[in-house]
């Protein structure tokens, strides 16, 4: 069974950093690119970033170009997403999902930036 559980959300002022992982299990988790998807309160999903399998190459949006960074670990079957400069516009539920937006997902973890 594929479970991915996401951790480290919290609540930060503007200019803050969070460093957000994610656990994941039941799957070869080197033969998949992973993504991070947030989605603010009353709004769609939207994608963060993605790292490739085997390259390791990586995507961003551009609201979060320069400010945040994804990484994997295929050893630890972990995925992290250190979040830098936060934003308010930046608050949201934050979860790992395989392949991409649709496939399996987390349940998220919270990020409130706020002052």
């Known amino acids: 069974e594929v479970q991915l559980v996401e951790s480290g959300g919290g609540m930060v002022q503007p200019g803050g950093s969070l460093r957000l992982s994610c656990a994941a299990t039941?799957?070869?988790?080197?033969?998949?690119?992973m993504i991070w998807v947030r989605q603010a309160p009353g709004k769609g999903p939207e994608w963060v970033s993605t790292?490739?399998?085997?390259?390791?190459?990586?995507y961003y949006a551009d609201s979060v170009k320069g400010r945040f960074t994804i990484s994997r670990d295929n050893a630890k079957m972990l995925l992290y997403l250190q979040m830098n400069s936060l934003k308010p516009e930046d608050t949201g539920l934050y979860y790992c999902?395989?392949?991409?937006?649709?496939?399996?997902r987390g349940q998220g973890t919270q990020v409130t930036v706020s002052s």
């Open positions: 999902a395989r392949g991409h937006t649709t496939g399996p």
């Open positions: 039941g799957f070869t988790f080197s033969n998949y690119d």
């Open positions: 790292i490739k399998s085997g390259t390791g190459w990586t």
